[in-house]
């Protein structure tokens, strides 16, 4: 009699098994989650905790040395304080919107003629001339700070040399002072840093507007030239309307970081803000608060009082040169 046979079901050679392949399936679908992991587990340690963190501590009267158990809730009252009591808040403010303005606008007064001259006249050069103008913003704001301070000293800066040989210059000579300036008395001491940022930041502006420049098409230019426009014009008429969009976008960064001033101010004055405090900004004013009064709930309040500000004048910017909506 014929042997029964049994119904077998005969996995092919080399393929997988089907509970394999569902673990192979799960992982795949996790694995992307895996990989981007890293950035979301840093980015909640060091940035959105910190963030929320100071949030919290605005409210409260804290000194860390005593723990968080001497956290005490005071709501509303360091912003009170810092808004109607706080003279060196207001101080450090109008500091840091003087020399955001003094040294900001003539960053873009600069750079945007700069960069059509550079686009111009500049053939096969034009890159090492761009990443000559750059090397200011790539190198260390401390360096910088430190070759400033020597070269406008007073007795034997190299600012004030160059200006007593101009007095001395024949029909333009009063033009200029025959003494030294001592650049650390108040008035002077905005001037200072006002230069030294702007001479950091105008070759990342010019690179920026450069970068936009390239990417207008050339049919406008010589349509321009055809109809007997000259550079100027073609500046005026053709260049700046197609510039709007990265204006506007280097004008943000510029208030954004100017107003958030620190490093330069902070070096030049030797962190104390120079006589009468004529250097110090609010960034440096939060700074003292929090490590040199220990006030962290205070400091946490001019952090946030600083960055509404930043955002009135962002939103400002973004209303003056913002895409119109139809």
Do not use: C
């Not at 890293?38 to 940035?47: D, K, N, Q, Y």
């Not at 003539?106 to 059509?116: D, E, G, I, S, T």
């Not at 160059?162 to 003494?179: E, H, K, R, T, Y």
């Not at 506007?248 to 208030?255: G, H, Q, R, W």
């Amino acid at each position: 009699m014929p042997k029964s046979t049994v119904p077998t079901t005969t996995t092919p050679l080399g393929a997988a098994q089907p509970g394999v392949r569902k673990r192979r399936r799960s992982f795949r679908d996790i694995a992307p989650y895996v990989f981007i992991s890293p950035f979301f587990i840093l980015f909640l340690v060091f940035g959105l905790f910190p963030l929320l963190f100071s949030i919290y501590m605005s409210f409260h009267r804290w000194e860390p040395a005593a723990g968080l158990d001497a956290m005490q809730w005071v709501g509303l009252e360091n912003y009170v304080y810092v808004i109607t009591s706080d003279d060196w808040f207001r101080k450090s403010l109008y500091n840091t919107v003087w020399m955001a303005v003094v040294s900001g606008v003539p960053q873009h007064a600069v750079a945007l003629p700069l960069a059509f001259f550079l686009h111009t006249a500049f053939g096969r050069w034009r890159n090492a001339v761009v990443g000559a103008y750059f090397l200011p913003f790539i190198t260390s704001t401390v360096a910088i700070s430190l070759v400033f301070s020597s070269l406008f000293s007073r007795d034997y800066g190299v600012v004030n040399a160059a200006l007593g040989a101009m007095s001395q210059v024949p029909v333009i000579g009063w033009l200029f002072p025959s003494q030294n300036i001592d650049w650390g008395q108040p008035y002077y001491t905005k001037w200072m840093i006002s230069f030294v940022v702007w001479w950091r930041y105008v070759g990342f502006n010019t690179v920026l507007y450069l970068s936009a420049i390239q990417t207008i098409p050339k049919d406008l230019f010589e349509a321009a030239t055809m109809d007997g426009a000259k550079a100027w014009q073609q500046f005026r008429y053709v260049t700046l309307p197609m510039l709007k969009p990265m204006i506007f976008f280097a004008v943000t960064l510029t208030i954004i970081g100017n107003l958030q001033l620190f490093e330069e101010p902070f070096i030049l004055t030797g962190g104390t803000g120079g006589l009468d405090q004529a250097g110090k900004t609010a960034a440096m004013h939060m700074y003292a608060t929090a490590f040199i009064d220990n006030d962290f709930g205070t400091a946490s309040s001019i952090a946030w009082l600083l960055f509404m500000v930043i955002a009135l004048v962002t939103w400002g910017n973004n209303r003056l040169l913002g895409e119109k909506k139809a």
